[in-house]
């Protein structure tokens, strides 16, 4: 059965038609404390020009007509779905929008309206085991991978499609894009993944090897039985690499616009894909928390997704591309920072690396010191860190402004009293009044210390170098400012404080621990 909309529908505004994170559970929404109350805008000012791709938009020329349909799978079962089409004659492109296991297809049909009002198909599907499709769900696995496969391949074959099919989704959709894209499905043109990942196992579940505490809740409220299959498999393995974009980066090789904000919690997974395949993936990455920008701060509205369809599934040679790989927006913001850079690659061009040294006097200096060793209890309470249980370190305010463009990279030499231990570095900005703002952070389990996919002993008492990499950031570091970097044995509640009972020396001064900055200063 038909319904069709009113043409107040297709055309609603660009604020309404992209789902706001309110629409993903809970645990997947968690971001930093943060508030904005800049109104949102919809273009990208770099000086004082507008790239032509933010501004893009054409009018709505159709009216919307849905219709719920089973999709079969090539193993007799089948997705429930709805779709959108143009109330028109004819033939049109089609986008999978937002293909998670959530079970939203009204409010996502009445997103994805604005795009069929502008001449494509959309459709809306749960995936196995969730909503009206049958089955047993299991987030990312193999047999998810093959239904989104089927599903894409039965689009183009219907008679109202063109045949050029385009995936986009957020946090669990944009996760369904990337590894539907890496098993090429033959007619999917291009995709659109907003805060997806490039790792399950690292990005999300274990962090550095770590269990994430965090996303328990969103395990109990989605899929309850992975409480189970993920704590079987602590190490990384074939059912990780399952999951995994990282594992198959060679097959993403269609075109990218990877969209993600430098206050997502996942945020390290832009980066890594963009890195491993610069040609065919352009990076947005804005002053977002997890979720849609629709509604956050910088809100780049509907036009770039829109272009991004033209080019790619319409064929449109005025539908423009960004125009540099890399549009990034400087933050703390909207306001610390300076907004919006184009760059060429990430890091930027002309980044360069600063070593700093922990100090036995709390300073992170350039100047080793003395050798010398500190000490903090392991914290295995479900709770922040005692002052014991952690080591602060705080470089002196800077007399100019910082910029860290990528990650902040730590070298522990650390030894453990217990048989295996946990590292977390986290790194602070703290204001001339005392107040701190966390801008990065990293964690490594050490028996995970030479990869995941198998554990190493540790001796007690015996001196490791642990390498730590923190997500990257795109950070403005105010004059008068310091940088604090924190050690500790958690990082409560973004790990599980699972390690156990004793103490960590820390190696510090000549021969110790360094921590290795990404700075760049922008040339005119």
Not at 38 to 58: L, S
Not at 86 to 113: H, M
Not at 235 to 255: C, F, G, Q, T
Not at 385 to 409: C, K, M, N, W
């Amino acid at each position: 059965m038909f319904v069709t909309y009113g043409r107040i529908l297709a055309a609603l505004s660009t604020a309404l038609t992209v789902p706001l994170a309110a629409h993903t559970p809970a645990a997947a929404q968690i971001g930093p404390s943060l508030t904005h109350d800049q109104p949102a805008t919809h273009e990208v000012r770099i000086g004082e020009a507008t790239d032509p791709f933010f501004a893009y938009d054409r009018p709505a020329a159709y009216e919307v007509r849905t219709e719920r349909v089973q999709v079969p799978l090539r193993d007799g079962s089948h997705l429930a779905c709805d779709l959108h089409r143009p109330a028109a004659d004819g033939r049109f492109p089609v986008i999978v929008y937002d293909y998670t296991a959530y079970d939203q297809l009204d409010s996502l049909g009445r997103a994805a309206a604005y795009f069929v009002a502008r001449g494509y198909n959309a459709a809306v599907c749960n995936a196995r085991g969730s909503g009206g499709s049958p089955g047993y769900l299991d987030p990312f696995s193999a047999q998810e991978q093959r239904d989104n496969y089927d599903l894409i391949e039965w689009l183009a074959a219907q008679p109202w499609s063109t045949g050029k099919v385009g995936q986009m989704g957020v946090s669990y959709g944009g996760h369904s894009s990337l590894l539907v894209a890496v098993n090429k499905p033959p007619h999917l043109a291009a995709i659109i993944p907003v805060d997806g990942i490039s790792d399950w196992y690292e990005n999300t579940i274990y962090r550095g090897g770590i269990y994430s505490a965090r996303i328990r809740d969103w395990q109990r409220s989605t899929a309850p039985d992975t409480l189970t299959t993920y704590a079987q498999h602590p190490l990384y393995d074939d059912y990780w690499r399952e999951r995994s974009v990282k594992a198959r980066w060679k097959d993403l090789d269609i075109p990218v616009l990877q969209i993600a904000g430098w206050y997502d919690r996942y945020r390290a997974a832009m980066v890594e894909n963009f890195q491993a395949r610069p040609g065919n993936v352009w990076l947005v990455a804005g002053p977002w928390q997890h979720g849609w920008p629709a509604g956050q701060p910088a809100d780049i509205g509907n036009g770039p997704y829109l272009a991004w369809w033209d080019r790619w599934l319409s064929g449109r040679r005025d539908a423009p591309l960004p125009a540099a790989k890399v549009t990034s927006y400087e933050i703390p913001g909207p306001g610390a920072g300076t907004g919006w850079k184009r760059l060429s690659t990430w890091p930027p061009r002309g980044a360069r690396q600063e070593r700093l040294r922990l100090g036995g006097d709390g300073g992170l200096t350039a100047d080793a010191g003395e050798p010398a060793s500190r000490r903090f209890t392991v914290n295995t309470d479900q709770a922040p860190a005692a002052p014991d249980e952690r080591l602060t370190f705080h470089t002196r305010p800077y007399q100019s402004d910082l910029v860290l463009t990528g990650e902040i990279t730590a070298t522990v030499r650390a030894a453990f009293s217990a048989t295996d231990g946990n590292l977390a570095v986290v790194a602070e900005d703290v204001a001339p009044d005392g107040m701190a703002v966390r801008i990065t952070q990293g964690w490594l389990k050490a028996s995970h210390r030479f990869g995941h996919d198998h554990a190493v002993p540790v001796r007690p008492g015996k001196t490791y170098d642990l390498r730590i990499r923190t997500w990257p950031t795109h950070y403005r570091l105010a004059a008068g400012h310091s940088l604090r970097i924190i050690v500790s044995s958690d990082d409560y509640p973004e790990i599980d404080s699972d390690a156990s009972e004793g103490s960590v020396d820390v190696r510090i001064g000549r021969g110790g621990t360094d921590i290795v900055l990404t700075t760049w200063k922008e040339t005119p």
